[in-house]
């Protein structure tokens, strides 16, 4: 064996020094062959399509990588897996490169059950972080950490493996349109303003709030409000002042879209009343009516006579102090509808008294009665017989002049029914 090497070395050296041109040649060749070799080799393995081999199902989940990449935004914008996957720089990709080598083995020989387990771990937001770093977004979508990054870091060694290696901010997101979300404010089409800077600022990773935006399945994947109300209801008590959930115009910019434009219409015919969200809305943010005084749903609730007076619903605010009182029924009512059942007093020592509203209203305007001789409450005045008899309470008109005399004890004390 030794033998035969040694002379195969001697053979090579007087091939070398009769031929030097040749050997050089031969030797270029060779490096130029497998360097083109593993560049396609580099380029084939980082492809999705070779991802699809290990990431194969066509559905949003573990496995589904690459079905739900193809629907992403991103996708679409030529963003592969390594531009998200690996950072920036040429270390970053072979490194990357260095760690596909682990999933071989993990796939065969560390089987299945291992990996549906590192796939279902980005599920907390924490881990799906540390896999897909902030600096990583921030390369492509703002121009600080662009430069950055770009300034420390050899990007490629003359061949481009992926996209991210070529990205140069401020042409790269201007050339889509996308703003430097640190120092920008949100594009006008987006329906919530984030604060990003706020939130980047404390520390929150893109993730947090973008999860998912590229493997839901869901081409133009929107953040989900669930995430901000998570955390902020969570983050209340550390003195921090997050945006009330019900608070919708602190996160939604056109809030029109939110409320109902024309006017939600309470009860029918001649009593209904109009309630405006145009009018309340310029005064009051949502959650000054919302949850705590209503759903946030048509038929959330039925609003009573006894609500007028007991300063609650519209009326914890139309109370004459924080805006026009109860009493100024047609500031709502169309016209003020008369209580349909009849009031029943039970006096000591004589039979029950009906009055009837329906009867006396055919005859006499409400300021006839309200508020010169009773509030529009009923047992608010503690009536006696004495002053009745004197042209107090009914005795007003029942005075036998007006109406039949208070006198006449059985037409109004009506014994009941047996
Ligand atoms: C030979 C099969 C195989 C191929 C090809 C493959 N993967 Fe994987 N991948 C796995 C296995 C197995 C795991 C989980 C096991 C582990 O990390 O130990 C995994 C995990 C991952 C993870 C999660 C890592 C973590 O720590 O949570 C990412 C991201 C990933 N792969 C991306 C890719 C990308 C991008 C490609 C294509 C460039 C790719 N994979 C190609 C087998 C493969
Ligand atoms: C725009 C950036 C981006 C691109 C492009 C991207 N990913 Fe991901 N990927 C993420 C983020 C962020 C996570 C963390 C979990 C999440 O939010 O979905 C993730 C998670 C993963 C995981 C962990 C398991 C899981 O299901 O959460 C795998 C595997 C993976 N990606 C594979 C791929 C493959 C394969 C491609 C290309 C076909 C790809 N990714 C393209 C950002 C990206
Ligand atoms: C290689 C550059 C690159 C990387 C890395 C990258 N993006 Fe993007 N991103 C883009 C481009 C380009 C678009 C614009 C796509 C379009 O408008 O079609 C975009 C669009 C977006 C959008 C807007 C989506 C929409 O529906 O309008 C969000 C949100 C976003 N990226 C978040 C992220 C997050 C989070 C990460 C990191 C996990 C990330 N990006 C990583 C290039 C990148
Ligand atoms: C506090 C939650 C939150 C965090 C953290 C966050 N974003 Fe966003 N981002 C949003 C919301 C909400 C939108 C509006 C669009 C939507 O609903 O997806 C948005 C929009 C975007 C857009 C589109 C901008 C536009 O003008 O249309 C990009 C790009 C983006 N984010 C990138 C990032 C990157 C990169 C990070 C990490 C540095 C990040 N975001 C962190 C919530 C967040
Ligand atoms: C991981 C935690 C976390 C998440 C997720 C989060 N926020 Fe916040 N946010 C906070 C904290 C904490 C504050 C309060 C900061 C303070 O009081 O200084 C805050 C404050 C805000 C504010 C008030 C800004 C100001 O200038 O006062 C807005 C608006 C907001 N968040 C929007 C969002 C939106 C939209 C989302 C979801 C897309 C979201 N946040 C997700 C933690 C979070
Ligand atoms: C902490 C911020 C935040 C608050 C407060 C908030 N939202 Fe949202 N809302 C979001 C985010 C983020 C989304 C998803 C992103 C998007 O649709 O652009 C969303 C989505 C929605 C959507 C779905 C939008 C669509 O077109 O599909 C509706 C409807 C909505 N919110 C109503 C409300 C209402 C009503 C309130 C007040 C009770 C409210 N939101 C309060 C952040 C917030
Ligand atoms: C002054 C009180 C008040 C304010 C402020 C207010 N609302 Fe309302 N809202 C109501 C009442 C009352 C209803 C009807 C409840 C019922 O029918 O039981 C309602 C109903 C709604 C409904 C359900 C409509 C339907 O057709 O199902 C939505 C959506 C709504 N409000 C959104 C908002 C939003 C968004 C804001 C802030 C921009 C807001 N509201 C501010 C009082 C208010
Ligand atoms: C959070 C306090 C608040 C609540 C709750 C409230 N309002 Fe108002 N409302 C106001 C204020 C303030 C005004 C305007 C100032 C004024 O005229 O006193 C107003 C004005 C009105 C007006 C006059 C509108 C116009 O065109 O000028 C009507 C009608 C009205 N409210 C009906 C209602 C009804 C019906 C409800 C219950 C479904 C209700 N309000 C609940 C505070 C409230
Ligand atoms: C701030 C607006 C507002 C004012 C002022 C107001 N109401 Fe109402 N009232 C309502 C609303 C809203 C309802 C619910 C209507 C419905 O569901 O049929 C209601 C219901 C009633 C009902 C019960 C109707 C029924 O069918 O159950 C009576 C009775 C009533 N109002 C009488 C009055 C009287 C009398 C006044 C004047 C002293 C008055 N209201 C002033 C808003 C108002
Ligand atoms: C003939 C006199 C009279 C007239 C006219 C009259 N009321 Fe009354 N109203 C009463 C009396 C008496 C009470 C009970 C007072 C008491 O018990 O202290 C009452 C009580 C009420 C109550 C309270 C009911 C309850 O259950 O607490 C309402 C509401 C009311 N009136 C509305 C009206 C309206 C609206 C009109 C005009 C359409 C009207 N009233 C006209 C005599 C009258
Ligand atoms: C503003 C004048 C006025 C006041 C105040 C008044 N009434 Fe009458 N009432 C009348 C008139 C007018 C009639 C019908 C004429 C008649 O029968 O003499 C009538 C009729 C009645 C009747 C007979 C019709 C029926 O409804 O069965 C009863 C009972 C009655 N009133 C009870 C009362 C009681 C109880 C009070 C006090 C709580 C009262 N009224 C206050 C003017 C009034
Ligand atoms: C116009 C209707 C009306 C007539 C007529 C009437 N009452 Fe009354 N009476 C009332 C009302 C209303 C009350 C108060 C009930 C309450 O507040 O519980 C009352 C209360 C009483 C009470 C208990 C309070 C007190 O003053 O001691 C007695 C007893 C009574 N009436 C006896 C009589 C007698 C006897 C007559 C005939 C001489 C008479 N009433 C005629 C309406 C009438």
């Not at 209801?233 to 959930?245: F, G, I």
């Not at 009516?289 to 139309?318: E, N, W, Y």
Request: aromatic letters at 10%; proline letters at 6%; one cysteine or more.
């Amino acid at each position: 064996m030794m033998q035969w090497l040694k002379r195969l070395a001697e053979n090579a050296r007087s091939f070398v020094t009769k031929h030097t041109k040749l050997t050089i040649l031969i030797v270029l060749a060779l490096i130029a062959f497998f360097t083109f070799i593993s560049i396609e080799a580099l380029h084939f393995s980082s492809d999705p399509s070779f991802c699809k081999n290990c990431h194969p199902l066509d559905k949003p989940g573990p496995l589904g990588e690459v079905a739900t990449w193809e629907k992403s935004i991103h996708a679409r914008a030529g963003v592969k897996c390594l531009d998200c996957h690996a950072e920036p720089g040429f270390i970053g990709y072979m490194r990357a490169k260095m760690g596909g080598l682990y999933d071989v083995y993990g796939e065969f020989i560390k089987g299945p059950d291992h990996k549906m387990h590192v796939l279902m771990s980005t599920s907390d937001p924490a881990y799906a972080a540390q896999l897909v770093k902030n600096d990583i977004c921030l390369f492509c979508h703002s121009d600080e950490m662009n430069k950055k990054i770009r300034s420390n870091r050899i990007m490629s060694l003359g061949v481009s493996f992926r996209l991210v290696d070529s990205v140069k901010n401020p042409e790269f997101r201007k050339k889509w349109g996308l703003p430097d979300i640190i120092v920008e404010p949100i594009r006008p089409s987006a329906k919530v303003d984030p604060h990003h800077k706020m939130h980047y600022e404390m520390g929150i990773n893109c993730v947090t709030c973008h999860a998912k935006i590229t493997h839901s399945g869901i081409t133009g994947y929107r953040s989900n409000m669930q995430i901000c109300f998570h955390c902020h209801d969570e983050r209340r008590s550390e003195k921090l002042h997050p945006p009330a959930d019900e608070n919708c115009l602190a996160c939604h910019r056109n809030q029109e879209s939110l409320y109902p434009q024309g006017p939600i219409t309470f009860g029918k015919g001649d009593s209904a009343v109009k309630y405006e969200h145009v009018v309340h809305v310029a005064v009051f943010g949502c959650n000054a009516c919302h949850m705590t005084l209503f759903p946030m749903q048509r038929d959330g609730v039925k609003i009573a006579f006894t609500d007028h007076t007991a300063g609650k619903l519209c009326f914890s605010c139309h109370n004459g102090k924080k805006a026009f009182s109860y009493t100024n029924c047609t500031n709502c009512h169309l016209k003020a509808p008369v209580p349909k059942a009849p009031i029943v007093y039970k006096p000591e020592g004589a039979a029950p008294v009906t009055f009837s509203h329906q009867f006396h209203t055919q005859a006499f305007e409400c300021n006839k009665c309200h508020t010169a001789i009773w509030p529009m409450k009923k047992g608010a005045k503690k009536m006696k017989m004495d002053p009745m008899y004197e042209g107090k309470f009914c005795g007003v008109c029942h005075n036998e002049k007006v109406a039949f005399a208070a006198t006449e004890c059985d037409k109004c004390h009506i014994e009941a029914k047996k």
